[in-house]
């Protein structure tokens, strides 16, 4: 891809919706190839959610229970990326490593899991492409932190969100299986719901964070009551520039 593209992608969320969907609207000329990531952005742009969070830990806790990950910890995780979760498994606890993006089963595009890396707590019943998984699929998304932006002018201020004893901690979370050409594909939501005061001051969303046992209810079909926000001390608002990566929001689809 040429370099002027690359920093076009990497600077476009500087832009105000006007000016980009101008800009969008000549690079794609420019740039076929870049169509879809242009419009992957424009729903970032017009739809804020949740949409890096990082695992540094091989613990969760669920329960009374202590869960390893195996998988390498992973500093920031994007949409598309493939992240560990938990979920129900026959007999026990199952750790599994999904796409972040949930692609309902019925779906005939993929496309549609970029439209669904986070699921509203509110309506996630109700809504076509998550109410099956509400019902009977249900995961952990395991974190110990997440990152959201601040809009200051055109500037856009990341701030990361952790726990003030670094502990690690659970997102409630959905997962699909998808039958794609190549085989099943396996993919993951996280929830959101409305913000507490803390992470409001910077974000109009933020996830569902659930203590250990709150954790274990919510994959056994309960804890519909604990899609909450997460009370102000459960975090802490730290800068977050160091740890993120320049080379823009969306890994390689």
Known sequence: MPIGSLRFLNLIHLLSLKDYLTACSLWSSAFPNLHLKLQLKLKLK???VCSRYSRKNKKAKVGKKEISIPAEPQPVIRPTD????????SFELEVAELRWGLIPSWAKDPKIGLQCINARSETVAEKPAFRDSFVRRRCLVPADSFFEWETQGRRK????FERPDQEPFCMA?????????????????????EPNQLVGSVH???????????AEAWLYGGGSSFLLPAPD????????????PKDGLFAAL
Do not use: H, Y
Request: aromatic content about 8%; charged content about 20%; some cysteine.
């Open 233 to 244: 001390d459960f975090l802490l608002k730290l800068p977050a520039e160091p740890e993120l």
């Open 173 to 193: 979370g959905l997962w699909d299986r998808w039958n794609s050409p190549d085989g099943p594909l396996e993919t993951f939501t996280i929830l959101t719901c």
């Open 46 to 48: 017009t739809n804020p």
């Open 82 to 89: 493939r992240a560990s979760i938990l979920r129900a498994g």
């Open 204 to 214: 109009s969303r933020m996830p569902v964070l659930l203590s250990p046992d709150q």
């Open 157 to 160: 201020i990341p701030w990361r």
